[in-house]
């Protein structure tokens, strides 16, 4: 059974940054894609930065790039999401996922998911 469990949100005045973690407790897969979507309120789940344990460059959304770094522990089992930068329209509910095999944008693509972390960036 895979379990994901976030942890860093918070509240940070524009310009700060955050760290955010996810620690996947359950099985333990050879290939898989870990990642990080956020929601708004009123808006979709987005895909905001995901990492292949089986190789090739991280994901990113536009709007994040350059400010957000996505890295993964050499257990593979625990992603990080760190945020510089941030700005107000960060603000949203960051959402730890998983899947097997490569990474998707899409948040239908992905039957695992953690309780989320809330990030509030302040102007």
């Known amino acids: 059974q895979v379990q994901l469990v976030e942890s860093g949100g918070g509240s940070v005045q524009a310009g700060g940054s955050l760290r955010l973690s996810c620690t996947n407790s359950?099985?333990?897969?050879?290939?898989?894609?870990m990642g990080w979507f956020r929601q708004a309120p009123g808006k979709e789940r987005e895909g905001v930065a995901l990492?292949?344990?089986?190789?090739?460059?991280?994901y990113y959304l536009d709007s994040v790039k350059d400010r957000f770094t996505i890295s993964l522990a050499n257990t593979k089992n625990t992603v990080y999401l760190q945020s510089n930068t941030l700005k107000p329209e960060d603000t949203a509910m960051y959402y730890c996922a998983a899947r097997l095999g490569s990474c998707s944008a899409d948040a239908s693509d992905f039957p695992y998911w953690g309780q989320g972390t809330q990030v509030t960036v302040s102007s």
């Open positions: 990492f292949y344990t089986g190789g090739g460059r991280p």
């Open positions: 359950g099985y333990i897969y050879s290939n898989k894609c």
